[in-house]
């Protein structure tokens, strides 16, 4: 009984910013970490970056700069800021809830959204 819905992905040119949201519903205690995934068709699905409840953020390199992560911890929702855009961020980006602790489960479990596409075109 938990939702992880994204929105915000679409077409863009190169140099161009999308913001992409994130939010999760349910019956939610607490979600320790959010994070944002990319997978293309030809790669590994990729961690983009994550943010702790805390405010501490991780970034995969490639982005870094360039994409900005935040959340609303009251909301359960994050964002995804991303500027500067290239047709290498071309892909499926997946939201992730992880660490969730639930009014109907004693563990902490992780929970992805459906993923929205983002193209940048050159």
């Known amino acids: 009984q938990v939702q992880v819905v994204e929105s915000g992905g679409g077409l863009v040119q190169a140099g161009g910013s999308l913001r992409l949201a994130c939010t999760a519903s349910g019956s939610i205690l607490s979600i320790n970490v959010m994070g944002w995934y990319r997978q293309d068709p030809e790669k590994q699905r990729e961690l983009v970056a994550r943010?702790?409840?805390?405010?501490?953020?991780t970034y995969a390199e490639s982005v870094k700069g360039r994409f900005t992560i935040s959340r609303d911890n009251g909301k359960n929702t994050v964002y995804l800021q991303m500027n500067n855009l290239e047709p290498e961020d071309t892909a499926v980006y997946y939201c992730c809830a992880d660490e969730v602790t639930t009014t109907f489960s004693g563990g902490k479990f992780r929970y992805w959204g459906q993923g929205t596409q983002v193209t940048v075109s050159s």
């Open positions: 943010i702790i409840s805390g405010g501490t953020t």
